[in-house]
């Protein structure tokens, strides 16, 4: 019974807001919106849950004395911190927005300036290997790098037009097919869930 | 209400193409999950590492880690995030029959709840119900980059077996890859963003690229999945089919 229930709610929902999509109909619009409104409530409970798994799962690396558990500690405090400042000033506050500002956007600058170099140390695992695909990719890799130098032409004179082949023909055709064929998975895997094919939520 | 086609009742402007485009894909949806009762399935690398990673794995009872990027449930990436669901819950399942230790990352609230929901459904379906679940879900943070680094941090903590990623993902990929890497751990990748693919070619054993990922319920054992995989077969040589005369309309026409 609460499956079929699940799986009723689902599908009209689905259908209400693909029909709101197709058609203009005040009633329909209206429909249309409270299931997103829903949808967006939802989220936000979600969140919460979202907050106790994180408090749960720190709290009992805390309390069980695991080896990183100055880690969690670090990470529930911080994260009490945030609440409480948010409860007691507000989001907009100077005091909320120096904490983003001045913490959490330099740490997050510091980790995302890391990938430069593990991106370089995985190239560096890929062209080791002993492949057809290694190969393409060194070979490809080396000719936009150099064709990428002011004066490039001066090396070969097919190398900068080469360069702009390689990006608007197998580049462009490759990102397509794959944009395509997520775009048709997508269709499929919707219409799964529209005709109680597969019911995850149930 | 001035949006409609002239003509039309309710249809808004620039949604007919669409719709039937809809219509479409509804009817060979309709017919394929209809004609399909057994199909072969073609081999794809990524598919068939996995199943043998996922074996071995289940065998040693070593521990699977899963991360379902940094998707969500009601956006633009649910697709991504449904497609790793469908993976945990076939790993869930394995988890409740033999035993194994399995861990499963998430960036977004409502994944988590979908996750646990998945967890707990398979605890219930099992002939052992009363038994604690090995399995253990984990909502990291819903940035990207805090989640990639929380997960590479996971992954050095926990040292699993086996290290599956599928969802969404960008170039913050390369934190989790690298982890694992160093590590030595079998990982298996997919997404549909075609940078995050760049990355997840030289970092993961096998990479499962685009529409891959949505074909991984039919690869696992879910007749259900069978229809909607052959859907996608026809709909892309129908749309291969329309390119090429295109392609050749336009060049001959000029």
């Known amino acids: ?202 | 209400m001035e949006n409609r086609i002239p003509g039309s009742t309710w249809i808004a402007e620039g949604q007919m193409v669409p719709l039937l485009v809809l219509c479409i894909c509804v009817i060979t949806f309709v017919i394929a999950t209809w004609l399909t009762r057994r199909r072969r399935l073609r081999p794809i690398p990524g598919m068939v590492l996995l199943r043998f990673l996922l074996s071995q794995a289940i065998e040693a009872r070593s521990r699977i880690h899963l991360a379902l990027g940094s998707g969500q449930i009601g956006g633009c990436s649910t697709i991504e995030t449904m497609a790793g669901l469908t993976l945990l819950d076939y790993l869930a399942k394995q988890s409740v029959l033999c035993d194994i230790p399995l861990t499963v990352s998430v960036a977004d609230p409502t994944t988590l709840a979908a996750a646990q929901g998945i967890l707990r459904r398979s605890v219930e379906q099992s002939e052992h119900s009363d038994s604690l679940p090995s399995a253990s879900v984990h909502f990291i943070a819903p940035d990207p980059i805090a989640y990639a680094s929380g997960v590479a941090h996971l992954i050095e903590r926990e040292n699993p077996a086996l290290d599956v990623l599928i969802g969404t993902y960008g170039p913050e990929y390369m934190l989790i890859g690298e982890a694992g890497a160093r590590r030595d751990v079998s990982q298996v990748a997919g997404t549909t963003s075609p940078e995050a693919l760049a990355l997840m070619y030289p970092t993961a054993d096998e990479t499962l690229v685009g529409e891959e990922i949505f074909a991984l319920g039919s690869y696992l054992d879910c007749p259900a999945h069978l229809g909607s995989l052959m859907t996608e077969d026809v709909l892309r040589i129908i749309t291969a089919g329309l390119i090429l005369i295109g392609v050749l309309f336009c060049s001959l026409r000029s």
């Open chain 1, 1 to 202: 019974m609460r499956k079929a229930l699940a799986a009723i709610v689902a599908t009209v929902a689905g259908l209400a807001i693909l029909i709101d999509f197709f058609v203009e109909h005040p009633i329909v619009d209206a429909v249309g919106g409270i299931l997103i409104d829903g949808a967006l409530i939802i989220a936000g409970c979600a969140l919460l849950l979202g907050l106790l798994n994180l408090l749960a799962v720190h709290g009992r690396r805390i309390q069980e004395r695991q080896g990183d558990r100055m880690l969690s500690l670090a990470l529930v405090v911080s994260l009490l911190v945030t609440l409480l400042l948010g409860r007691a000033s507000g989001p907009g506050s100077t005091s909320f927005r120096w904490m983003f500002q001045y913490v959490y956007y330099p740490i997050q600058a510091t980790i995302g300036s890391l990938l430069a170099f593990f991106v370089v140390t995985a190239a560096y695992r890929a062209f080791r290997l002993h492949t057809l695909e290694a190969v393409v990719l060194t070979g490809v890799s080396v000719i936009v790098l150099l064709a990428q130098i002011p004066g490039s032409e001066k090396l070969w004179t097919y190398l900068p037009p080469l360069r702009e082949w390689i990006f608007s023909v197998p580049v462009t055709s490759g990102m397509r097919g794959i944009i395509m064929g997520t775009a048709l998975g997508t269709i499929t895997t919707g219409l799964r869930l529209l005709f109680w094919v597969d019911q995850p939520y149930a």
